[in-house]
């Protein structure tokens, strides 16, 4: 079955840095897109990012841009999501979602806490 696994959550201060993996199984990877969510407290889960199957192309939510990155690595069935010059309102719970055969999956998250 489909299985989205998160990973590299944890604390950083103001201005540091994060690199958190989603690692899947369960489907064919390469053909599909990725996307990466998130939700704070008392907040609806919003979209962070997303790439293309093969990594061509990506987007970003307006407040990610130019400090986050979403990478894949069809060989490793995996995406990554660099993220830099970390704000408190980057607190959030991170989780990856594919969309196979109509069905929506999703990771059971990691924990991004930002806070000096």
């Known amino acids: 079955q489909v299985q989205l696994v998160e990973s590299g959550g944890g604390l950083v201060q103001p201005g540091g840095s994060l690199r958190l993996s989603c690692a899947a199984s369960g489907f064919t990877f390469s053909r599909y897109p990725i996307n990466w969510y998130r939700q704070a407290p008392g907040k609806e889960r919003e979209l962070v990012a997303l790439?293309?199957?093969?990594?061509?192309?990506?987007n970003y939510a307006d407040s990610m841009k130019g400090r986050f990155t979403i990478s894949r690595d069809n060989a490793k069935n995996t995406v990554y999501l660099q993220m830099n010059s970390l704000k408190p309102e980057d607190t959030a719970v991170y989780y990856c979602?594919?969309?196979?055969?109509?069905?929506?999956?999703w990771g059971q998250g990691t924990q991004v806490t930002v806070s000096s």
């Open positions: 979602n594919v969309r196979v055969n109509s069905i929506s999956y």
């Open positions: 790439i293309s199957s093969t990594g061509t192309i990506t």
